[in-house]
């Protein structure tokens, strides 16, 4: 089945230490997202690619930057994870970035930060 | 710019009963109106979408939702729920007419279906 994948489902890291997360689809889908989601909150778009251009939310912090090396793979990398980055980040996918295009989620990975 | 309220954050309810999740939206170009579902340990699935054309929208489990436009609304509801609809489910808004749209979620309504 094409799918959205995330790896690993938990990470625990420490105040400051760099940490990668990882998005594999199969849907040759041209557009990645990455999101953050708080508990009790909405899921909050930090960023996209649509193919190879990046385009990152005003309010994302540079603490969080992205990498996509082909069509299938996205990174998020967070350079000195804090105490309040702690959450669930999601991946999604989608064919395009026009307004009605349905997004693709992978399960997502709940980043602990001690 | 866009955003979402959805009223309730928890709503119990027994199984078989009818089920109105509230959501409204704000925004000052026309959107397109979605509903997400997140099952216990998985990713947000579309439920249903309303894109153009008749304003009651409907999924393949039971679930519909109505666009109405002058109250700013789109509830999502169901007639008669099964424990298996227990899930946290997401409201969301793109912007129409726009070459390049992202989606705002709202905060989420936990949906609780007990026997």
């Known amino acids: 089945d094409a799918m959205v994948i995330q790896n690993p489902r938990y990470q625990v890291t420490q105040f400051g230490k760099p940490v990668t997360l990882s998005c594999s689809q199969t849907l040759n889908h041209n557009v990645m997202y990455w999101y953050q989601q708080k508990s009790s909150q909405a899921p909050k778009l930090l960023f996209h690619y649509y193919d190879k251009d990046f385009n990152n939310e005003a309010d994302t912090p540079d603490n969080f930057q992205s990498r996509r090396p082909n069509t299938s793979f996205c990174f998020l990398d967070i350079r000195s994870p804090g105490l309040g980055d702690a959450a669930m980040y999601l991946c999604?996918?989608?064919?395009?970035?026009?307004?009605?295009?349905?997004?693709?989620f992978g399960p997502g990975t709940r980043l602990l930060v001690l | 710019a866009q955003s979402v309220t959805q009223l309730d954050s928890q709503v119990p309810v027994f199984e078989e009963a009818p089920v109105e999740l509230r959501c409204n939206y704000s925004?000052?170009?026309?959107?397109?109106l979605f509903w997400y579902v997140q099952y216990p340990n998985q990713g947000l699935q579309l439920l249903l979408k309303?894109?153009?054309?008749?304003?009651l929208v409907e999924s393949i489990n039971g679930f519909e939702a109505e666009f109405n436009k002058s109250q700013t609304s789109f509830h999502l509801r169901k007639p008669s729920v099964h424990i298996s609809d227990t899930a946290e489910y997401f409201c969301?808004?793109?912007?129409?007419?726009?070459?390049?749209?992202?989606?705002?979620f709202g905060k989420g309504t936990m949906l609780l279906v007990s026997p």
């Open positions: 309303y894109l153009s054309g008749s304003t």
């Open positions: 999604a996918t989608s064919r395009d970035i026009t307004g009605g295009e349905t997004q693709y």
């Open positions: 925004s000052s170009v026309s959107v397109y």
């Open positions: 969301a808004v793109s912007a129409r007419n726009s070459g390049y749209s992202t989606l705002t």
